[in-house]
């Protein structure tokens, strides 16, 4: 299990003790040697942590839910465990941007989406699911709550129970006391449709300026980032994630956590999440980052049903070919893994999951993402000049983190 620690960027002597809490700024060296930092958007964390890369091995082996068209586009495409959902699906708001492509989004999404308050303690956003009241937002958002208080865009506040939260994954969902006539339930885009360089509009209550929004455009995919469990649990921890994520240049900033990014048909492709703030300023400097669609879906599915989210394991360490090549070599496998069992050795360079193209280890790692344990998967590999595919049965992350 050694090689399962996590490889710290920066160091505790990195920190400037003499400052106070607030004043530090979520400091973080990169191996390139620029500096970056890393901020949850709820303003209820202004404590600092410190940014740690996992090895690849890690990454991989956390994926769960993260990133591309809902998997599950039709009905026989859903696993006998997961619940469907109605707020999955539904016909883009709207239908013909036009000239002024961010009023039409906002005038579609602001209806759907909430701020969310533990009282005397912090806030964030959040994005309402379905006709029941339920409301998805960050973990970090809700923390340790176990009630919240929603205030909707026509300005109506109820309070809200909350019926789980994924630490691993930052995903939250309440559900309002109160029936409530007439809500706006978001429309998901599926994953697989973003690109990068699309417009995104993201919609919030940053610094508690209700109904803000801000555009900018998908700057990247795949960004891997630190889930909210290694703060909660350490870097060490079985809490502790690498996902991930879309990194966007639309203004975000404390507040906006849990609140969507929009696509300029109205529809989510994102929850915002992070921000890095290069270690100057905790406000947005052009990078933030939101959780793809796919990972709000499949894990409030599960938080709704009242079913473990778990934790995908394929049980490699991968990287990216540097020869122009695009998939994911492995490096290294963990004896008895899945991978292991399904005949996959290490040298492989996998090019394919069920039929889709892995241009890179991050996006293998987005993949396994949006799976959840026990699923079985194909992959389509190349040895030795040869291509081949095997079927895989994804482990428990949990299970193998608790083995002696």
């Not at 109605?86 to 709207?94: D, H, K, N, T």
């Not at 290694?230 to 609140?259: K, L, R, Y």
């Amino acid at each position: 299990m050694e090689e399962m620690e996590p490889q710290e960027i920066t160091t505790e002597e990195s920190w400037d003790k003499s400052k106070t809490e607030d004043e530090l700024a979520f400091e973080a060296t990169q191996i390139s040697n620029r500096d970056a930092a890393r901020s949850s958007l709820g303003l209820s964390h202004k404590q600092k942590i410190i940014l740690k890369t996992f090895v690849a091995f890690l990454l991989l082996s956390v994926g769960v839910v993260l990133g591309g068209l809902f998997i599950y586009l039709n009905e026989d495409d859903v696993p006998a465990s997961v619940p469907q959902i109605s707020f999955q699906l539904g016909e883009a708001p709207v239908q013909s941007p036009g000239e002024e492509p961010v009023v039409a989004v906002a005038k579609a999404v602001t209806p759907s989406v909430v701020l969310v308050e533990i009282p005397g303690s912090g806030q964030g956003s959040g994005i309402i699911l379905d006709s029941e009241g339920h409301i998805a937002t960050n973990g970090h958002v809700v923390d340790q709550a176990e009630s919240v208080l929603v205030t909707l865009s026509n300005g109506r506040k109820i309070e809200a129970d909350v019926i789980g939260s994924d630490i691993r994954r930052d995903v939250a969902v309440v559900k309002l006391i109160d029936v409530v006539p007439d809500l706006n339930p978001a429309v998901f885009a599926p994953s697989d449709d973003i690109q990068v360089g699309q417009l995104a509009v993201a919609v919030g209550s940053p610094f508690d300026l209700t109904q803000t929004v801000t555009s900018g455009i998908v700057s990247a995919l795949g960004r891997v980032v630190s889930s909210y469990g290694c703060e909660v649990g350490g870097f060490d921890s079985a809490e502790c994630a690498g996902i991930s994520t879309i990194q966007t240049d639309a203004p975000i900033n404390p507040g906006n956590s849990g609140g969507p990014l929009a696509d300029r048909y109205g529809r989510v492709i994102g929850m915002n999440t992070l921000i890095y703030t290069g270690g100057i300023v905790e406000g947005n400097i052009g990078v933030g980052f939101a959780l793809p669609s796919d990972t709000v879906v499949l894990v409030s599915q599960r938080l709704i049903a009242g079913e473990p989210v778990g934790t995908a394991w394929l049980g490699i360490r991968g990287e990216s070919p540097d020869d122009g090549r695009g998939g994911a070599i492995i490096v290294e496998l963990t004896s008895g893994s899945p991978a292991d069992q399904a005949g996959l050795q290490v040298g492989d360079l996998i090019i394919a999951s069920e039929g889709r193209p892995i241009i890179t280890m991050e996006s293998l790692r987005a993949d396994i993402q949006l799976r959840l344990p026990s699923m079985t998967i194909t992959l389509d590999y190349e040895r030795d000049g040869v291509l081949s595919s095997t079927e895989v049965t994804l482990g428990d992350l949990d299970k193998f983190l608790a083995e002696p």
